[in-house]
C-alpha cells in the first residue's frame, strides 16, 4: 500500500489523516459511543507515524468528535454520554446549580418546506420535513418553547409517541434510532417580545421579554438537517458562550 508519508498534498499529512477517520464515520464504521482502533492500528492502517495519527485525533477531539478515557481508548462521541449531550445548550441557572429540563412534546408532523426552510437544508422547495414542537421545563416552570424542524428522509418512523416515551436527550434520539449524529451547530441569537403563542406556551403575558435562538445542527459531511426555533424564558437563567 502506497504510503501517505510519499503522497504530495496541499493539506498537511494529520489533517489528511483527520479526513479519512472522518470518512469512516461518516460511513457507520464505528458507531457513537464505540471505540475507535488504537492509535499504532491507525498508524499502520494508514502507513503513517503514530504521531501524524496522534495529531489527528487531538483534531478530532478538539472537534468534539472523538472524545478519549484515560486507560480505555477513544471512542466516538455520543450524545448519550453525560459530559456532551447538552454541549449544545447553554442555558445555566444564575445560582450556579445544575440546569435539569423535563421534555414534553406536543406534536410531530410532516409539511413541506417553505422557500426560505428549503435553502437552509439545501433542499428543493416543497420537500418533506417534520416539525415537532416541544416545551422544556425548569424546576416546573415552562422555560423553553422550541420548533423543531428535521430532514423528513433521515428521521423515518418519528411518531409523538416515540419522542414522548425516549428518556435521554433528543440528539441521543437521532443517534440511537437514525443513526444521525450531531457533529456541530450554528446560532442566531437575540431578545425578543413573546407573540401570544409563545407567551402562552411559557406562561408570559404578551409581549414580554425572551431570548430568541435559532440553531442549525450539522452532521458528518456538513449536512444540515435539523433546525431549532427556540424561545428562552430567562428569568433566573442565563446563556453562557465559552470564547476562545
Not at 488504537?38 to 503514530?50: N, T
Not at 496522534?54 to 480505555?72: P, T, Y
Not at 445555566?92 to 408532523?109: A, Q, T, V
Not at 437514525?178 to 409581549?207: D, G, P, Q, Y
Request: net charge neutral; hydrophobic share 40%; proline share 3%.
Amino acid at each position: 500500500m502506497r504510503s501517505f508519508e510519499q503522497s504530495a498534498s496541499f493539506s498537511p499529512l494529520y489533517q489528511q489523516i483527520k479526513d479519512l477517520i472522518v470518512a469512516s464515520l461518516q460511513a457507520g464504521e464505528w458507531q457513537p459511543g464505540h471505540a475507535i482502533p488504537s492509535e499504532m492500528e491507525l498508524a499502520e492502517r494508514y502507513k503513517v507515524s503514530q504521531g501524524t495519527v496522534r495529531k489527528a485525533i487531538d483534531a478530532l477531539a478538539a472537534e468534539n468528535l472523538v472524545v478519549r478515557h484515560q486507560g480505555r481508548g477513544t471512542f466516538v462521541a455520543s450524545h448519550r454520554e453525560e459530559a456532551v449531550q447538552y454541549r449544545f445548550l447553554r442555558l445555566m441557572p444564575d445560582d450556579g446549580n445544575e440546569l435539569i429540563l423535563k421534555s414534553k412534546f406536543l406534536s410531530c408532523e410532516t409539511v413541506a418546506a417553505s422557500e426560505d426552510l428549503a435553502k437552509k437544508f439545501n433542499i428543493k422547495n416543497k420537500d418533506a420535513l417534520v416539525l415537532i414542537q416541544r416545551v422544556q421545563t425548569f424546576k416546573g416552570r415552562p422555560v423553553v418553547y422550541e420548533s423543531i424542524y428535521l430532514v423528513a428522509n433521515r428521521f423515518k418512523g418519528i411518531t409523538l409517541d416515540r419522542l414522548n416515551n425516549w428518556p435521554g436527550p433528543l440528539y441521543g434520539f437521532y443517534e440511537s434510532e437514525f443513526a444521525t449524529h450531531m457533529v456541530r451547530a450554528e446560532e442566531h441569537i437575540k431578545a425578543v417580545a413573546a407573540n401570544s403563542e409563545v407567551a402562552e406556551h411559557l406562561s408570559l403575558a404578551k409581549a414580554a421579554p425572551v431570548l430568541f435562538v435559532e440553531r442549525r445542527t450539522f452532521t458528518y459531511g456538513n449536512k444540515a438537517v435539523e433546525l431549532r426555533l427556540a424561545h428562552y424564558e430567562t428569568g433566573d437563567l442565563h446563556y453562557v458562550n465559552d470564547l476562545n
